[in-house]
């Protein structure tokens, strides 16, 4: 690990983040929701069908879609602790680097679907996902800045 305690508090935030964010995912399987109360989805849905009650035909495409989620989230969220405890903490610049464009990439993308479909809402977890990655990639980014990619 890197010498300097910034550098090593940060990255053990991040893999604290990763296993949090995983546990929470986890949670979601089993209550099929982003909150315990429900309150994202009838947001997204007020903004999507203009109610925040789905049909009985509508939920059960809306649980295999949200299965579908959770199981891609929990798939990147293994990738990333790896990429975190075996590249970032050993200072690899392209970890770093795959960090930052998926976090980018996953900004963007979710941007432009929420404003696509009209799910105003959504905007939550975006700004979620920009509070929980972006400061840490700032903090580590003197430690990889002068790093050949």
Same mark, same amino acid.
């Given at each position: 690990?890197h010498?300097?305690?910034? &550098?090593?508090?940060?990255?053990?935030?991040?893999k604290?983040?990763?296993?949090?964010?995983?546990?929470f995912?986890?949670?979601?399987? &089993?209550?099929l929701?982003?909150?315990?109360?429900?309150?994202?989805?009838?947001?997204?849905?007020q903004d999507l069908?203009?109610?925040p009650?789905?049909?009985?035909e509508t939920?059960? /495409?809306?649980?295999?879609l &949200?299965l579908l989620?959770c199981?891609?989230t929990l798939?990147?969220?293994?990738?990333?602790?790896?990429?975190?405890?075996?590249a970032? !903490?050993k /200072?690899?610049?392209w970890a770093f680097?795959?960090?930052?464009?998926?976090s980018?990439?996953?900004i963007?993308g979710?941007?432009l679907?929420t404003l696509?479909?009209g799910?105003?809402y959504?905007?939550?977890?975006?700004?979620a996902? /920009?509070l !929980?990655?972006f400061?840490?990639?700032?903090i580590?980014?003197p430690?990889f800045s002068?790093?050949?990619?």
């Open positions: 690990m010498s300097n305690k910034r &550098f090593n508090s940060t990255i053990t935030y991040m604290w983040l990763t296993v949090f964010i995983g546990i995912t986890l949670i979601s399987t &089993f209550t929701s982003f909150d315990p109360f429900h309150s994202l989805e009838k947001l997204i849905l069908i203009g109610s009650i789905m049909s009985t939920q059960s /495409v809306f649980n295999f &949200f989620f199981l891609i798939v990147v969220l293994i990738f990333q602790y790896y990429l975190i405890v075996k970032l !903490a /200072v690899e610049r680097d795959v960090l930052l464009i998926s980018f990439l996953w963007i979710a941007s679907i696509y479909t799910a105003n959504y905007f939550a977890s975006v700004g996902m /920009v !929980a990655m400061p840490q990639l700032v580590l980014w430690f002068d790093k050949k990619a």
